[in-house]
């Protein structure tokens, strides 16, 4: 995310469907719903992709930790702590 943050992004306007007391009280606390919606999609967004990169890397980080668990670390030898 810290990239989109230096880089302007373009901005789209988008209709949502908002609880209307949650959406009051944020208007009356200062909060900017665009600005806090954004985040947290950008958040789903990246648990989200982090939950289909561990699925799909599955069975190569099983095969990893089973060769780590049999053989130790590679190189563990060098390791100073």
């Known amino acids: 995310m ?3 943050k230096s880089i302007k992004a373009t901005r789209k306007p988008t209709n949502l469907s908002l609880d209307s007391a949650l959406l009051k009280e944020a208007k009356a606390l ?3 719903v665009s600005r ?10 990246k648990r989200h992709k982090r939950q289909r ?5 599955e069975g190569a ?21």
């Open 2 to 4: 810290q990239a989109s």
């Open 30 to 32: 200062g909060i900017n």
């Open 36 to 45: 806090s919606a954004e985040a947290g999609i950008s958040e789903a967004v």
């Open 53 to 57: 990169w561990l699925k799909e890397n």
């Open 61 to 81: 980080l099983a095969s990893s930790n089973a060769y780590v668990e049999a053989n130790g670390l590679p190189l563990a030898q060098y390791r100073q702590f």
